[in-house]
């Protein structure tokens, strides 16, 4: 089979490979199915996506409403929007976690900004009824918990989206453009010792007061977070998985 890509842009080795752990477990995908690219590193280099079956993009420390942006951001985030730009136009499959939201967003003409930003914790998202008949939420239900941490988010829905999954606090949790493009508010990735351990790494990157870690780590596991949320990745890789 072609492998699947996971673009990374977390500057903290410990934070890269955990996440690459988690989609690996999560998706289903072995080591050799699943190439890492940690975009921060270097250079985005030139790709063919006739390589892959789909590409997933994960979380990030960088924000796209940041208003101050260094030198590496800028360049990962060029980097990234390029390649979005190329997916979205090809409708190549793709799921953007998170911080894949801002990129696609930022692609469509839509705003990214800090009004439904979400604390560090497990949030209830809401299938809509394409979201009920599309094949990535296939065996989700309706309603289901995921963890959620992010300080942006979309401000009104992009133009030109299928909505698949609101929030309350944040009312766009996934979205798809054309018919292979995705992307989640949500974690798909995440369980709760996932979380646990990113919650650890991140503890002083203004996500929470770390005063509040090990409050934080016995909600992630008292949470009503099932499990479910992780079938948006081995259905995009039972989808999507090409010869």
Same mark, same amino acid.
């Given at each position: 089979?072609?492998?699947?890509?996971?673009?990374?842009?977390?500057?903290?080795?410990?934070?890269?490979?955990?996440?690459?752990?988690?989609?690996?477990?999560?998706?289903? +995908?072995?080591?050799?199915?699943?190439?890492?690219?940690?975009?921060?590193?270097?250079?985005?280099? !030139?790709?063919?996506?006739?390589?892959?079956?789909?590409?997933?993009?994960?979380?990030?420390?960088?924000?796209?409403?940041?208003?101050?942006?260094?030198?590496?951001?800028?360049?990962? !985030?060029?980097?990234?929007?390029?390649?979005?730009?190329?997916?979205? %136009?090809? %409708?190549?499959?793709?799921?953007? *976690? #998170?911080?894949?939201?801002?990129?696609?967003?930022?692609?469509?003409?839509?705003?990214?900004?800090?009004?439904?930003?979400?604390?560090?914790?497990?949030?209830?998202?809401?299938?809509?009824?394409?979201?009920?008949?599309? !094949?990535?939420?296939?065996?989700?239900?309706?309603?289901?918990?995921?963890?959620?941490?992010?300080?942006?988010? #979309?401000?009104?829905?992009?133009?030109?989206?299928? *909505?698949?999954?609101?929030?309350? +606090? #944040?009312?766009? &949790?996934?979205?798809?453009?054309?018919?292979?493009?995705?992307?989640?508010?949500?974690?798909?990735?995440?369980?709760? %010792?996932?979380?646990?351990?990113? *919650?650890?790494?991140?503890?002083?990157?203004?996500?929470? =007061?770390?005063? !509040?870690?090990? =409050?934080?780590?016995?909600?992630?596991?008292?949470?009503?977070?099932?499990? &479910?949320?992780?079938?948006?990745?081995?259905?995009?890789?039972?989808?999507?998985?090409?010869?």
């Amino acid at each position: 089979m072609k492998p699947f890509l996971l673009l990374a842009t977390r500057d903290h080795d410990e934070a890269a490979a955990a996440e690459y752990r988690s989609v690996l477990r999560h998706s289903g +995908l072995s080591e050799d199915e699943l190439e890492h690219l940690r975009v921060e590193s270097r250079p985005l280099p !030139e790709l063919d996506l006739a390589d892959y079956s789909g590409v997933i993009l994960g979380g990030s420390s960088f924000n796209i409403s940041d208003s101050q942006k260094t030198d590496l951001q800028q360049r990962v !985030e060029a980097d990234l929007l390029a390649l979005v730009d190329l997916i979205v %136009d090809t %409708d190549f499959p793709f799921l953007g *976690m #998170c911080y894949g939201v801002g990129a696609v967003t930022t692609h469509l003409g839509g705003t990214v900004d800090r009004t439904y930003g979400e604390a560090v914790g497990a949030t209830e998202v809401t299938l809509t009824a394409d979201g009920l008949a599309d !094949e990535l939420l296939a065996g989700i239900e309706e309603r289901f918990h995921a963890f959620v941490g992010h300080k942006e988010a #979309c401000n009104g829905t992009p133009p030109g989206v299928t *909505m698949l999954a609101t929030g309350e +606090l #944040c009312p766009v &949790q996934m979205y798809r453009v054309g018919a292979n493009v995705y992307v989640t508010q949500f974690h798909p990735e995440l369980d709760a %010792d996932d979380l646990t351990a990113r *919650m650890r790494i991140y503890q002083h990157a203004g996500y929470f =007061d770390p005063a !509040e870690l090990e =409050d934080l780590v016995a909600m992630a596991y008292a949470s009503g977070v099932t499990g &479910q949320q992780h079938r948006v990745l081995s259905n995009f890789v039972q989808r999507y998985t090409t010869d």
